[in-house]
């Protein structure tokens, strides 16, 4: 039986009539189907039909109509993407500047406890909310107006942005930044007799071997200081290596760093993998709490 239709259909005479003989309905009854011509025969195309056999099945009207679908739900994803990325990016720039913030040690003044090239993450959280530096902590602060003279900065835009840069951690902290560890703190008289001798705060001997660098003297100065309130005394743990308060004692800031220019308490060492380390406050300077003075604090 032949399933196209018969050539009487086309020229408009009637279509035989007989049980060999399909009737239109037969050919076309199953929606959708394919009618296959036979060699040779036309076939009419609608216009529909006009881009090729695709059109036959729909398919490249689906395909067309499949992309314009997607067209929006890309862009959406791309929104959605960028959006994702700023907010990470906000989010990482408010624990930048309140919460911890990451430095890299460049020098050897605080070995063995940090060595050049560690990777640091400052807790700024330590002393928030009324919270003071104590005997003990290794703290990051700017040194600019105590271990360094105060530039002169041009007024404008330009400065204040990196300013505001730095704080954030946008811009790198640069050459003002030092890492040391807090031995006094206001009200505290800290005193040495030079090599051989402990260093002293209010009177009371402290035993740093177990953070001071293997061989080196707890000091190879005299000195005899009181901290004024709301300053700190800072030495480094590699002390034969440090440039620290000793050293600016002639100065007008006297070696003491305002508790206003730490940025934070040295909290971890993440990097390198095998130096990773929390910098707890050790319990040498434990001996000297309750000593005196308005030295105690919170």
Known sequence: MSTHEPPADRDGRPAPTGADSPTRSAVVSAPGARVVPDAGEAVDRG???????????GAADGADRTASDEEPGEGGRSRELLLLTGVCLFVLLLVNAFVARPFSVPSESMENTLRPGDRLIVNKLSYAFGGHPRRGDVVVFDGTGSFLRKPLEPAGLGPSLRSFGREIGLVPAGDTVYVKRVVGIGGDRVTSAGPGHPITVNGVPVDESGHLFPGDEPSNVAFDVVVPPGKLWVMGDHRSASRDSRDHLGEPGGGFVPESKVIGRAAWVV?????????????????AEGTGGHGEQG
């Open 271 to 287: 990097y390198p993998v095998g130096h990773w380390a929390d910098l707890d406050r050790p319990d040498a300077y434990a001996a």
């Open 47 to 57: 216009p529909d039909d006009a881009d090729g056999p695709e059109g036959l099945d």
